[in-house]
């Protein structure tokens, strides 16, 4: 009957008909810093500067190279007048390809300090590492920035993700270095770099090794053996080609993590901090599968509360690490270190608190993210946050709490739906939660959710990952 039909498609509602209220460019008023929209993926800095300083002079640059977009401060608000006048009668290209030119709501870049004034003798910057696919120590960044201008000290952190910061010998070689990096691939398709100056005028270094260096203090001790810059090993699951994605700025891949880590290389994470009852094979598959491939995963009986889960190569388990460790889920925090075991065996199986068994081969799921470079390089490794990027979402569905009220998971506070082509079969956009943790949750449980819509021969699988943005 109709009413069953309505009862139906309530049932499999998941994204609401609201329309996402974006501000209208047309109405921004002229402003010095110009959105520029249409970047091709190679571009870097130095081409937008290139290409726009014809208008007039440009003071700040910021890169947002996922969006393929970027902000350009303009001296003077004439400037900004001429760019984007002139791009809307004629194309303006960047580096090959068109680009598209509005006002910004914003009237200066905000930036860490002033340092973009030559006079400031600021020489250091802060480099931000997106999509980190592969670890990033200082014998790599030494390489991707001394040819440009010499460096003096490399400091490596991860408060926010993957960061760095660079000291080089001058501010001119510090700005070269931002004009020629700013938006580039440390490696094809992925450690993107975004690029600042940053607050500290000059790093402090202790010790040399992976994640610190002085190379004006040769006889600091390094602890572990240098990381080699050689390609990629053979036996990975996962080997960028320049078939597979265009070159960038390219440079070797480093043969080990073992260094980077501090443990033994192995592609098998020890998960301790559990709910038991709460988690399960599934859920761990949820949000693990956001920075590698899963093979297995493992409960252990005589561990409560501990999980081995076997990933695609110990690449993968890196970046679980980063991202995941101390983090936490349903009110427990998280422990994530390297196995000393090489595989998951499925010995000792049993059922977990809610009934599923303590053993799951994902092998051969859909679901995995990395089984292609391709498919790769397309992921954004991120950090948990309290935004969520959905996808894979029918359209004419509706946001409801329904499936947060269903699987007694926190609702969102906000959302947005990006524009889909009218052909397009699926639509996505953002969820804004109240934290971080409410949206590890949401992701844990609702990740690959299956979405059925009447007279639909095939479900939906929702897919989730955390967003780059920190709200909306």
């Given at each position: 009957s109709e009413r069953e039909r309505e009862r139906e498609r309530s049932n499999c509602c998941l994204l609401c008909g609201l329309q996402d209220n974006g501000e209208d460019s047309h109405r921004i008023s002229p402003s010095p810093v110009v959105h520029v929209r249409g970047l091709c993926e190679a571009v870097v800095e130095a081409d937008l500067i290139d290409a726009l300083e014809k208008f007039g002079s440009i003071c700040y640059v910021m890169m947002m190279p996922f969006k393929?977009?970027?902000l350009v401060e303009f001296s003077a608000v004439e400037s900004a007048d001429r760019c984007v006048s002139c791009g809307a009668k004629e194309p303006v290209y960047i580096a090959g390809q068109q680009a598209y030119f509005n006002y910004s709501t914003s009237k200066r870049i905000t930036r860490p300090t002033n340092a973009d004034n030559p006079?400031?003798?600021?020489?250091?910057?802060?480099?931000?590492?997106?999509?980190?696919?592969?670890?990033?120590?200082?014998?790599?960044?030494?390489?991707v920035c001394n040819p440009i201008g010499s460096v003096l000290r490399i400091v490596i952190f991860k408060r926010n993700g993957i960061q760095a910061m660079v000291e080089f010998e001058s501010i001119q070689c510090a700005q070269k270095a931002k004009a020629a990096l700013n938006g580039a691939d440390i490696y094809a398709g992925c450690c993107t770099l975004k690029i600042e100056y940053a607050r500290p005028t000059r790093l402090n270094v202790i010790k040399n090794d992976n994640e610190s260096w002085d190379y004006t203090k040769?006889?600091?001790?390094?602890?572990?053996?240098?990381?080699?810059?050689?390609?990629?090993?053979?036996?990975?699951r996962y080997k960028l080609t320049s078939v597979d994605v265009p070159d960038m700025v390219s440079y070797p891949l480093p043969q080990s993590s073992s260094s980077y880590s501090g443990h033994a290389p192995s592609s098998v994470a020890m998960v301790s901090g559990l709910h038991s009852s709460k988690m399960n094979c599934t859920r761990i598959f949820n949000l693990f599968c956001l920075y590698g491939n899963i093979e297995k995963v493992k409960f252990m009986k005589s561990v409560p509360g501990t999980a081995l889960v076997e990933m695609g190569d110990e690449y993968a388990v890196d970046r679980a690490i980063t991202h995941l460790n101390s983090i936490k889920v349903f009110g427990k925090r998280l422990n994530v270190c390297v196995s000393k075991q090489h595989a998951v065996i499925p010995s000792q199986v049993f059922e977990l608190e809610d009934g599923s068994s303590s053993y799951k081969d994902f092998a051969m799921t859909r679901n995995n993210r990395f089984s292609s470079a391709g498919q790769a390089s397309k992921n954004i490794i991120q950090p948990p946050s309290a935004v969520l990027h959905y996808y894979n979402v029918p359209p004419l569905l509706c946001v409801s709490f329904q499936l947060c009220t269903e699987y007694d998971v926190p609702g969102f506070v906000k959302?947005?739906?990006?524009?889909?082509?009218?052909?397009?079969?699926t639509i996505s956009g953002l969820l804004e939660f109240d934290s971080k943790t409410e949206a590890v949750e949401v992701l844990t449980v609702l990740n690959h959710y299956q979405i059925r819509i009447p007279n639909g021969s095939n479900p939906y699988t929702l897919k989730l990952c955390f967003s780059t943005s920190s709200h909306l």
């Open positions: 393929r977009q970027a006079n400031s003798g600021n020489k250091v910057l802060l480099l931000s590492i997106q999509n980190p696919l592969y670890p990033i120590t200082t014998d790599v960044l030494y390489t040769p006889y600091l001790v390094r602890r572990g053996p240098p990381c080699p810059l050689l390609p990629l090993p053979g036996n990975s959302f947005k739906m990006f524009d889909a082509k009218p052909s397009s079969k």
